[in-house]
């Protein structure tokens, strides 16, 4: 199923007593995701990124203004529509990560492989070995530096289908080698998949290639 976003005026409530003026989402007569394609999305610190991704991802709904996805306003989707999108059409790499820091990184990998049985676990490991975090898969997320939970949040993203991954700065504690190698995972596997991307950043662009470039 390929996603089509609207977005129509929105302003979400935290931002609302902002000058939005410059940004090109919020509070635009219309902008339109598709997600068959890439798109970097920049600002500064505190300007709605992360609200912006949990708007996509029906985790905030807190604006006004209209979120349509597939001719159906986001605001009519029932908590049952959510879990089903979630779980085969956007996948999610969140600034908190949101790992379990009592199993280990493989355990939580695992966690999401089970709800869709979409990778062998050979699979996974070779994914690990590629971002150099192998050796820690049998080990507890909490004792895993931010940069080695970024990596395992990163692979347990790719490990269901999608038509869109939504990123909220996914790189930020990674140096410029395994942001190379996380970078060429993630387009590898939205390469297999048909699918895009929006990429939340501070305003680097990364190792990745643009449809769309967006400023907050």
Not at 137 to 145: A, D, F, I, P, V
Request: glycine share 4%; aromatic share 8%; proline share 3%.
């Amino acid at each position: 199923m390929k996603l089509a976003f609207k977005i129509k005026n929105l302003i979400p409530s935290p931002l609302a007593e902002q000058n939005l003026s410059n940004s090109e989402i919020w509070d635009t007569e219309e902008l339109q995701i598709d997600s068959s394609k890439r798109y970097l999305v920049s600002a500064h610190s505190g300007k709605g990124k992360t609200t912006f991704l949990s708007i996509l991802n029906g985790t905030r709904t807190d604006y006004s203004g209209e979120a349509i996805l597939n001719e159906k306003l986001l605001s009519d989707f029932t908590p049952k529509d959510w879990a089903q999108l979630r779980r085969e059409h956007i996948s999610f790499v969140s600034q908190t990560l949101s790992l379990f820091p009592n199993l280990t990184a493989l355990e939580n990998i695992q966690l999401k492989n089970q709800l869709t049985h979409f990778l062998e676990e050979s699979q996974i490991v070779e994914m690990a070995k590629q971002l150099e975090v192998e050796h820690l898969l049998y080990k507890n997320t909490e004792t895993l530096s931010l940069g080695q939970k970024q990596r395992i949040a990163i692979i347990r993203s790719l490990c269901q289908p999608f038509q869109l991954l939504l990123l909220d700065e996914p790189f930020s504690n990674l140096d410029n080698v395994n942001i190379e190698k996380a970078s060429q995972l993630i387009s590898t596997h939205c390469e297999m998949q048909n699918a895009g991307f929006i990429l939340a950043s501070l305003g680097e662009e990364y190792f990745f290639k643009y449809d769309e470039k967006l400023n907050l």
